[in-house]
Structure formats: structure tokens, C-alpha cells
């Protein structure tokens, strides 16, 4: 699950990193479908690692990603220990990936949520988008749309991803992390 905000408003915005995260490993699985609409997200099913997967994107905004993850969790009768959430992070810098399979919401009102509707036993991928500076107002900054040198940065951490869930799928998701934690991309 990519954690976003819906429409094309927040398209290109820190917040949408877990939105283009998805839809990147969608495009890259090299398998047709398209986004079907059900459950408070844009769902799409592909197989990575001989794993079936249901990539999704909430369409309940960013604060109330929880709605969203339980509603799906129940509907495909999924234990939230299955759940993979890929969110930004405005403390890592920019291009960094964490990767952890348990933890706290760290801040992150999305998070916070899905731990509210789902608890906390759930795989987190965090993408940094920072650093964030203090001045700023915290929502002014992970909506703003971010720059082309930020894109391309941004860009080759989402190469990633495909490699990430596949790692993370076959090996252990501590293998994924040993494999593609990293400071900052390169």
C-alpha cells in the first residue's frame, strides 16, 4: 500500500512518493492491468516472486489511510502482518529508504492511522523526502511539488522497487533492508 493523497492536485508532492511507488513497481512487473476502484483505494493485482500481490492506493487521503488498509485487509481476508506501507519520511534525507517490519509511526499521520484501524505489526518502506526545515510549516512542505533535480533523486530510489518487494518477498524483509537501506540515493 502507497500511502498518497487522491486527485491530481497532489500528483509530483513528497506526500505522493508511496502513490508513484506503487505505480512504479506496477510498471515495472511488466504485467498489463489497470487501477480498479474498490475498497476506499485504487487497487491492481500482479505477482512478484511467485507472490500474488494487491498493490493499492488510498482514497481516503494521507490522515485516514487506516479506513482504507482495514477495509482491504478484511475484504481479501489478509493478516496485517502482510501489509507492506510505503510512505515519505521528511526526517531521512532525501532519497534515503528504511526499511523495518515493525516500529512507531515516527510522525507520520498515515502511519499513525493504520496502526489505529490495523495495529503495528506491518512492513514499513520509509522514503526520505528531507530534510525538513524547521521554519517551514510541515504541510506547506509535503504537498509542495517537488523540483527537477529532487525528481530525478526521487526517481532512482522508485528504480528500486520492484527489487525491494521482490527481496522482501523471498529472502525476508531484513534481507530487503540489509540489501537497500541507504543513507541517501545515489
Known amino acids: 500500500m502507497g500511502l498518497g493523497n487522491p486527485g491530481p492536485k497532489y500528483d509530483n508532492t513528497r506526500h505522493n512518493i508511496g502513490f508513484d ?20 483505494s485504487l487497487t491492481r493485482k500482479i505477482t512478484l516472486a511467485g507472490v500474488p500481490l ?19 485487509l478484511q475484504f481479501y481476508k489478509v ?3 502482510n501489509l507492506i506501507a510505503v510512505v515519505d519520511d521528511i526526517y531521512l534525507d532525501l532519497g ?12 507520520h499521520n ?3 492511522n493504520i496502526m489505529e484501524h490495523c495495529g503495528d505489526a506491518f512492513t514499513r518502506i520509509r522514503i526520505g523526502v ?33 527489487g525491494i518487494i521482490e527481496t522482501g518477498l523471498s529472502l525476508g524483509w531484513e534481507r530487503a533492508g540489509s540489501d537497500f537501506n541507504r543513507r541517501a540515493a545515489t
Open 21 to 40: 511507488f506503487v505505480d512504479r513497481v506496477a510498471l515495472d512487473s511488466g504485467q498489463a492491468g489497470s487501477w480498479k476502484s474498490e475498497a476506499k
Open 54 to 72: 494487491l498493490l493499492a492506493k488510498p482514497q481516503t487521503f494521507m490522515n485516514l489511510s487506516g479506513e482504507a488498509a482495514q477495509v482491504l
Open 79 to 81: 493478516h496485517p502482518k
Open 96 to 107: 534515503a529508504v528504511r526499511i523495518r517490519t515493525q516500529g512507531s509511526h515516527g510522525g
Open 110 to 112: 498515515g502511519l499513525r
Open 130 to 162: 528531507g530534510p525538513f526545515p524547521p521554519e517551514q510549516d510541515r504541510a506547506n512542505f509535503v504537498l509542495r511539488k517537488y523540483g527537477s533535480e529532487e525528481a530525478k533523486v526521487l526517481e532512482s530510489v522508485l528504480t528500486l522497487g520492484k
